[in-house]
């Protein structure tokens, strides 16, 4: 069965450092790995994916991220937060043996301080 | 504005009352996705469809909930007899026909069962 782990809540960092927002994927097959972010009042929005080929992906707004297979984890990444990126980010993740349903993490709100 | 679309954003209702919401996709979207969301969780699966057949359903999918897509086109999600915890975020999405697609989510209903 799939599933996602994002086992921190809440991270907070101050603007201008790095942050990381974990996750941990379980599939069946290989799996499709997307990180979505959610601000208030509005959808989620598509930030990057990694479906296949280099395991450093880069996305919207300065974001990237990194697949570790070994590790089964999709950890986000940028390198000097802004307070504008505060919000909710999803992991999610699908497999590639032919379903369509896609699992959610249960979230992590970013907090970046000025 | 070509995003996904979704109507009402807002609905109260009383237990035991039915309701129904609507998804208009990106045009040019064959694939479309319910999900529902409640309060620190991320959003999860319902229902899938690919053109006007629906291709999968979660469980969590209760003989109360039915979907449709008549045409392919919009989608219509309608709870009978809803119950104090339908009460929840119901989101779609929307993707093109690849495997690797990006889903794009609308706005969301917010449903309130008194």
């Known amino acids: 069965a799939q599933s996602v782990a994002q086992p921190e809540d809440q991270v907070n960092v101050a603007e201008g450092n790095p942050l990381t927002v974990k996750c941990t994927y379980s599939v069946s097959g290989n799996p499709y790995l997307f990180w979505y972010v959610q601000y208030p009042n509005r959808g989620l929005q598509f930030l990057l994916k990694y479906i296949t080929g280099d395991n450093l992906v880069k996305g919207s707004y300065g974001f990237e991220a990194e697949f570790n297979k070994s590790q089964t984890s999709f950890h986000l990444k940028k390198p000097s937060a802004l307070v504008s990126d505060s919000a909710l980010y999803f992991c999610a993740v699908r497999d590639d043996t032919g379903g369509f349903k896609t699992i959610f993490g249960a979230g992590t709100r970013l907090f970046v301080k000025a | 504005d070509t995003g996904v679309s979704q109507d009402p954003r807002h609905k109260i209702t009383k237990r035991g009352q039915n309701v129904t919401f609507r998804c208009d996709p990106i045009?040019?979207?064959?694939?479309l996705y319910w999900y529902r969301q409640t309060l620190g969780q991320g959003p999860e699966f319902l229902t899938y469809?690919?053109?006007?057949?629906?291709?999968?359903k979660s469980r969590l999918l209760s003989d109360r909930f039915s979907a449709e897509r008549p045409k392919g086109s919009f989608s219509t999600l309608e709870i009978q007899r809803t119950e104090q915890g339908d009460s929840a975020m119901y989101l779609c999405a929307s993707s093109r026909q690849s495997n690797q697609e990006t889903q794009y989510f609308g706005p969301g209903t917010r449903l309130l069962v008194l």
């Open positions: 045009s040019e979207h064959n694939r």
């Open positions: 469809f690919q053109n006007e057949a629906q291709l999968e």
